[in-house]
């Protein structure tokens, strides 16, 4: 099974300021990879699919980047409705596999 | 406006059965590869099955083979999740989610609970 390692777990930052998640597959995942936001109480709604292709109606400050093993999740200009957790996704291969997810709080 | 809605939860005794429904509106249910992901209470996300658009693929994670089925009924809208031999690390909130041909999930019910515990 591919093994998908995040972070970092928990995340406190300013309003306006630029946040980065990351995750690590431990092996090639092909860019078969999605980030998820789950805000408290709510299902998870996909962000960014295909490791850097924005949802529709997704905000454009979310984006996404990476390649191979290594991936990440870029916040621009943090709002005080991102406070959620934030979750990456493998599907490359079943079983499909998450990374153990980023609580993002605002200072 | 797209729909899904889980059904089904509930409070359970381990070893028993229960079966999830998950009733989809709003999109062309046939052409969508259906899944079941679950989240331990305060813990993460965890995939639990997949089936494709005609039932000819279906996968699952390894902590529930032998024990879940996933089906679908594509007439009647809806997806199952047969679950036997329940165990209290079965307890968690129950999503359906739809994917269209890769396998990320644009869509995610509201998860109906289950909770397995004598």
């Known amino acids: 099974d591919i093994q998908m390692t995040q972070s970092p777990a928990s995340l406190s930052a300013s309003l306006g300021e630029t946040v980065t998640i990351e995750c690590r597959a431990s092996?090639?995942?092909?860019?078969?990879l999605a980030w998820y936001q789950q805000k408290p109480g709510k299902s998870p709604q996909l962000l960014i699919y295909n490791a850097n292709s924005l949802h529709t109606g997704v905000p454009s400050r979310f984006s996404g980047s990476g390649s191979g093993t290594q991936y990440s999740l870029k916040i621009n200009s943090l709002q005080s409705e991102d406070v959620a957790s934030y979750f990456c996704q493998q599907y490359y291969d079943y079983p499909f596999t998450f990374g153990s997810g980023t609580k993002l709080e605002i200072k | 406006e797209v729909q899904l809605v889980e059904s089904g939860g509930g409070l359970v005794q381990p070893g028993r059965s229960l079966k999830l429904s998950c009733l989809a509106s709003?999109?062309?249910?046939?052409?969508?590869?259906m899944n079941w992901i679950r989240q331990a209470p305060g813990k993460g996300l965890e995939w639990v099955a997949s089936i494709s658009s005609s039932s000819s693929y279906i996968y699952y994670a390894d902590t529930v083979k032998g024990r879940f089925t996933i089906s679908r009924d594509n007439a009647k809208n809806t997806l199952y999740l047969q679950m036997t031999s329940l165990r209290s690390e079965d307890t968690a909130l129950y999503y359906c989610a739809r994917h269209k041909v890769a396998g990320y999930f644009d869509f995610w019910g509201p998860g109906t609970m289950v909770t397995v515990s004598s």
């Open positions: 092996e090639d995942i092909y860019n078969g």
């Open positions: 709003g999109f062309t249910f046939s052409n969508y590869g």
